[in-house]
């Protein structure tokens, strides 16, 4: 069994005079945070408090690019040419990494957003563009992958810095790719079901789909999401249910290939 996980969130996901989800409780409860990069969401402004709450909290910094979707919150699927799409990455990683800079941090991992998540998880090529692309700006920043995808093979292809991440609030298809949300049941309000289900998936040290499903996978971080109105409450009895099955709450270390980096 795991004994040691890392718990993170996407956040930073306000614009303007908007506001989305608690960031600030949320990084009293996680040790990483995903932080847009200003095109699904984000803005400059939103970027540098994020940023700045997260050093003073200690939690790992995470770069968290999407598709240039504002009004789609970075949903919609795009095609775009990969050499396009490779500099789109690298523009937001780069921001990121300015922004932590100035802030007193340093962008520690990767995390693709919403759509381009989707698609670089079925698509071997596309994930593998993406990553180089990060790669190109940050040769050392951690590659966080859905586990058991196409986005997994790829960075263990690479050899780079790695780590796998399963979802508290999202059910899973049996190929291990998320069920989209226009689904029923594809979005976990309940923080009572989400927290005994990741302590159970932790437990086993596999992904538990919609029909039962098991599918073996390494676990190095468990996300939610920080627009789910009650990511806070999730947040808060994901880490309850883990420590009180013993497993520690920590940030990734980032090892590259398919094993786990840490075991019972």
Not at 48 to 63: L, P, S, Y
Not at 68 to 94: A, E, I, K, T
Not at 185 to 197: E, N, Q, T
Request: charged share 20%.
């Amino acid at each position: 069994m795991t004994r040691s996980v890392d718990l993170n969130a996407d956040m930073g996901e306000g614009y303007g005079a908007w506001d989305i989800g608690d960031d600030a409780a949320l990084l009293k409860i996680v040790t990483s945070a995903n932080i847009a990069c200003g095109m699904h969401a984000g803005d400059w402004n939103v970027m540098a408090r994020t940023m700045a709450a997260a050093v003073q909290n200690g939690v790992g910094i995470g770069a968290h690019p999407g598709f240039p979707d504002l009004h789609g919150f970075g949903r919609n699927r795009m095609n775009l040419p990969l050499p396009s799409l490779q500099n789109l990455v690298r523009y937001q990683v780069g921001a990121a990494q300015a922004m932590a800079r100035a802030a007193g941090g340093a962008v520690r991992h990767l995390k693709l957003h919403g759509a381009l998540a989707n698609m670089t998880s079925e698509d071997e090529a596309m994930a593998r563009a993406c990553y180089e692309a990060a790669l190109s700006v940050a040769p050392d920043i951690i590659i966080m992958v859905l586990a058991g995808t196409a986005q997994q093979r790829a960075a263990t292809d690479l050899g780079c810095g790695m780590a796998c991440e399963i979802f508290a609030d999202r059910a899973y298809n049996d190929d291990a790719t998320l069920v989209d949300r226009s689904l029923p049941g594809a979005v976990i309000h309940d923080p009572d079901v989400a927290g005994p289900r990741i302590a159970e998936m932790v437990r086993e040290g596999a992904i538990i789909t919609a029909s039962g499903k098991r599918i073996e996978t390494r676990i190095d971080t468990i996300c939610l999401h920080g627009d789910t109105p009650t990511a806070v409450k999730i947040a808060g009895e994901v880490r309850r249910a883990l420590e009180g099955n013993g497993v520690t709450l920590a940030q990734f270390s980032g090892a590259p290939g398919g094993y786990a980096p840490y075991s019972a």
